[in-house]
């Protein structure tokens, strides 16, 4: 954890001018040490991102360099302007995967115009991101639900692992329109298998396994694909049976501009909001978790402003649409990061080694990215958190499942699109039925039967606000109520709208009706104060709460 050095003022409060340039509270202020654990948390995230950059710019359907240019001006701006202090940006396997959905219909992956369109919908997605933030509506992440996230990162995991399948098995990639259309076209082709190409897969999977088996804090990916290309080059010494990565130019990221064009801001806004809203979930879970674990509050607000400021300056220097990796932000927490500053060293290091890697790139198999990618595929599948939502809910179950078969039949962000509003409807439904409870008389409380003496009065306890949207749900289960005498347990009752109270009114006319009274005990104040206004109850007792009130017609 930073803290301010001797001498200096402690940092400016949130809210402060410092929300513009919030790199000024902690930038120069580490204590001492601190910059020789930043710089070495940041050369161990540069190492890291080398073959991840590679694999996921693949995944998305772009050139491979363009996987480690996401990874340098994005990374950087996010760390700068964002708000958590170890997490670390960049290019994802559910945004990859995510823009590659999105533009295959418009584009063929690796065109030019594909690559166009990846910046305009870089940029879109981080206007989004920007203008989230700059309305301080940080708490609109909250509307995704675990069980949202969790059903799109396996059905996109399962994409994933089915779009690598063919180069794991040395075949060309296969022309699919879809998750169900590649599976035909990939039995008609099992008589092409090489052989060699899926012992070098297994071998890299093999060999990645084992890293973080035994040795965990190792390079193991990066090692996996060395050893993957020496493989590769004893069995093909030629170059010539076994597919290999395009060639890598060396050199900075160029600079780039988005299509803003009115037609293609039309064609790609839905699919920006969905992209921009998926990057920011992951963002913001990945952050709370790690300032959990500091015992520290995440300003979201502004962690949306520095993902949107990522993912606008990505745009210009050849960066697709990022977002935070747990991967990266856990290994630089364990490698002893205290700063920011740590994932901005990262990616002023990996510069330099762009420059070396590079031109070795074109030696790694694509059987061997395939077998990374294949290990990615399964680290995105939470399975203890479907476990969970399997055994504890039905409701999260139906959500989860929505969105895991969205994502597999429809384009993406449709799938994240009716996460959400799956996750609403089910809320909707439980909010508009709150359960309406029946109490014997006997078994009520003691304050309760000595208030209410009436012969044949019925006590029931409503766990839910009255609202317009709950008044049909409440009413029709009052209805089959038949003693003349009711007592409403209001204490579950946070808030009663005007269509509530007509309900009380007209439930206490039935009551009279049968010669009876509706009774109200255990009113909050804020429903009190508003059954006061509406003269259903006596001023002069709206101080007893705990007792049962006659409701006025």
């Not at 409870?437 to 766990?463: G, S």
């Amino acid at each position: 954890m930073t803290m301010p050095s001797s001498g200096r003022k402690s940092p400016p409060p949130q809210g402060s001018q410092w929300r513009w340039l919030p790199f000024m509270s902690w930038l120069g202020r580490q204590p001492p040490g601190a910059l020789r654990h930043d710089a070495m948390a940041g050369l161990t995230g540069a190492v890291l991102v080398v073959p991840q950059g590679v694999a996921y710019a693949l995944l998305a359907g772009l050139p491979p360099q363009y996987g480690l240019y996401t990874a340098i001006v994005p990374a950087a701006l996010a760390a700068l302007f964002g708000a958590s202090k170890q997490m670390v940006s960049g290019p994802t396997a559910a945004l990859s995967i995510a823009l590659f959905a999105t533009l295959q219909p418009f584009a063929e992956a690796g065109s030019g115009e594909f690559l166009t369109l990846a910046l305009t919908l870089t940029f879109l997605a981080g206007a989004f991101q920007l203008l989230l933030g700059l309305a301080r509506l940080g708490v609109l992440v909250d509307l995704v639900s675990h069980s949202v996230v969790t059903g799109f990162t396996a059905g996109a995991a399962l994409i994933i692992a089915t779009s690598q399948v063919p180069y794991a098995l040395g075949l060309a990639s296969l022309e699919s329109s879809g998750f169900l259309d590649i599976w035909p076209r990939l039995v008609a082709r099992l008589g092409d298998i090489r052989p060699d190409a899926a012992l070098i897969a297994g071998f890299t999977l093999a060999a990645s396994l084992a890293f973080r088996r035994w040795l965990p804090r190792w390079p193991g990916m990066l090692l996996s694909l060395v050893a993957a290309s020496l493989l590769a080059a004893w069995l093909d010494p030629e170059q010539v049976e076994i597919l290999r990565i395009a060639e890598v130019p060396a050199g900075l990221p160029p600079l780039s501009a988005p299509d803003l064009s009115l037609d293609t801001l039309r064609l790609l806004t839905p699919g920006a909001i969905a992209l921009g809203l998926l990057g920011l979930v992951e963002a913001a879970a990945i952050a709370r978790a790690f300032a959990a674990r500091a015992g520290e509050r995440l300003d979201a607000n502004q962690e949306f402003i520095g993902q949107g400021l990522s993912n606008l300056g990505g745009a210009f220097f050849s960066g697709y649409v990022s977002s935070g990796s747990f991967t990266r932000s856990g290994l630089n927490a364990s490698a002893g990061a205290c700063s920011p500053l740590a994932a901005v060293l990262s990616a002023l290091l990996l510069v330099p080694l762009m420059l070396l890697a590079a031109p070795l790139l074109h030696h790694v198999p694509m059987a061997a990215m395939a077998g990374l990618l294949l290990l990615v595929a399964a680290k995105l599948v939470d399975r203890h958190g479907i476990r969970e939502v399997l055994i504890t809910s039905r409701s999260e179950t139906a959500v989860l499942l929505i969105t895991f078969f969205s994502t597999l039949l429809l384009a993406l962000e449709f799938a994240i699109y009716f996460g959400v509003l799956a996750s609403l409807a089910l809320y909707l439904r439980r909010t508009t039925r709150p359960p309406v409870v029946e109490c014997p008389l006997t078994h009520a409380p003691r304050e309760i039967q000595q208030a209410v003496e009436e012969p044949c009065c019925t006590v029931v306890r409503i766990d839910g606000s009255l609202f317009f949207g709950a008044c049909e749900s409440v009413a029709r289960r009052l209805e089959r109520l038949e003693r003349p005498n009711l007592v409403i347990l209001a204490a579950g009752i946070n808030f009663i709208d005007l269509s509530g109270i007509h309900l009380l009114q007209r439930q206490a006319r039935r009551c009279q009706a049968r010669g009876g009274r509706l009774y109200l005990a255990w009113t909050k104040p804020d429903v009190m104060a508003r059954l006061q206004r509406a003269g259903l109850v006596d001023h002069g007792h709206a101080h007893h709460h705990d007792k049962p009130m006659a409701v006025a017609i």
